[in-house]
């Protein structure tokens, strides 16, 4: 699949399904296009990275909200900002590698010098209001479903743009997993079948929807033919 069929299947994707669930039909999308983990991954082995962080991100008012001043903040692998509101924030060279912000309202807000590679911003609201001078994107899906590459070029110390060595992070919630060279999934996910039959995908098998906190406020214990149609129960899907 090359990048403009990915382009449409992505806008599909985004117009024909309820929010919340296409949202995470579009990881599952990103994760076979490009290769990458959505936010709920659990890596392996990062302490190297982390102290790397601390130093390029120095930030520690880092809960973000609306009007805060979140500046120089590491939101890597996070899911807070999906459908937060932060509009009118500073969020000026906060590190969002592979952050999913899905429908976030950054209107208003400084996102110069900010890291977007390989985040997720479908349906996030930019706009004409927003810094984002010497913001880096590369691999960066768009509120439109289109996927920007134009910093892939511009990688810096602290922002990166190539994909982290083979066998250092383990494979995430909805990410691809199994012996196509995918990877194993994280601990306390199962690579089970998906929609497609001979696509696999790391999904977590639950009871409740306490299970599926620890990946997100998001998810639910629930049956979703969709999403993650197991034979062994419910699992954690979309609200």
Same mark, same amino acid.
């Given at each position: ?8 299947? %992505?806008? *599909?994707?985004? #117009?024909? &399904?309820?929010? @919340?669930?296409?949202?995470?039909? +579009? ?91 390989? %985040?997720? *911003?479908?349906? #996030?609201? &930019?706009?004409? @209001?927003?810094?984002?001078?010497? +913001? ?104």
């Amino acid at each position: 699949m090359d990048r403009r069929q990915f382009d449409g299947l %992505a806008r *599909l994707v985004s #117009a024909n &399904l309820p929010q @919340s669930r296409r949202r995470a039909l +579009a990881a599952l999308v990103g994760a076979v296009v490009l290769g990458r983990a959505p936010a709920a991954s659990l890596a392996k082995g990062r302490g190297k990275v982390k102290a790397q962080a601390k130093t390029c991100y120095p930030g520690t008012q880092c809960s973000p909200g609306r009007g805060k001043n979140n500046s120089g903040c590491d939101f890597s692998n996070s899911t807070t900002f999906i459908e937060q509101d932060v509009r009118g924030s500073n969020l000026s060279n906060a590190n969002f590698t592979d952050t999913d912000a899905w429908g976030a309202d950054f209107r208003g807000a400084n996102l110069s010098g900010a890291c977007f590679v390989n %985040a997720t *911003l479908l349906d #996030a609201k &930019l706009g004409n @209001s927003v810094n984002l001078d010497k +913001a880096i994107f590369c691999h960066t899906i768009m509120p439109d479903g289109s996927i920007d590459d134009s910093g892939c070029d511009k990688a810096t110390a602290c922002c990166p743009t190539a994909p982290p060595p083979q066998g250092d992070t383990c494979r995430g919630l909805f990410n691809l997993c199994g012996p196509l060279s995918f990877g194993e999934c994280c601990e306390g996910l199962t690579c089970e079948r998906t929609i497609a039959q001979v696509v696999t995908a790391c999904e977590k098998v639950c009871q409740t929807d306490a299970d599926c906190r620890p990946f997100s406020t998001h998810l639910k214990c629930d049956f979703d033919p969709l999403i993650c149609p197991v034979s062994v129960g419910k699992c954690c899907t979309p609200k």
